[in-house]
Nanobody
Framework: VQLQAFGGGLVQAGGSLTLSCAASGRTFSSYAMGWFRQAPGKERDFVAAISWSGGSTYYRDTVKGRFTISRDNAKSTVYLQMNSLRPEDTADYYC???????????????WGQGTLVTVSS
């Protein structure tokens, strides 16, 4: 599975962005998908994950109620809708694929390149 993330940009605090991650290959629908982020000088952190069917979703506490992960298996794409953005959400955001929804980056098999989200105060 090859993944390509896009949709990052500069947004003011309180604003919204939607990230997309397009997958190639015929097995996208068999993978759980996750979003991670990495701020400069920090570790890569779990943001959200979704099961292969989309029936189960998981979020880090600090984004619950603000971010929504979703997927469209027909389009081989996973999304991260981000609302009420805060300066501390600034980071490179990465999508990844795994056999099950995981919060640990090392358990993901495939990664996309990062897309930078910058939230100004």
């Amino acid at each position: 599975v090859q993944l390509q993330a896009f949709g990052g940009g500069l947004v003011q605090a309180g604003g919204s962005l939607t990230l997309s991650c397009a997958a190639s290959g015929r097995t996208f629908s068999s993978y759980a998908m996750g979003w991670f982020r990495q701020a400069p000088g920090k570790e890569r952190d779990f943001v959200a994950a979704i099961s292969w069917s989309g029936g189960s979703t998981y979020y880090r506490d600090t984004v619950k109620g603000r971010f929504t992960i979703s997927r469209d298996n027909a389009k081989s794409t996973v999304y991260l809708q981000m609302n009420s953005l805060r300066p501390e959400d600034t980071a490179d955001y990465y999508c990844a694929a795994a056999r099950s929804p995981e919060v640990v980056p090392g358990l993901y098999d495939y990664w996309g390149q990062g897309t930078l989200v910058t939230v100004s105060s």
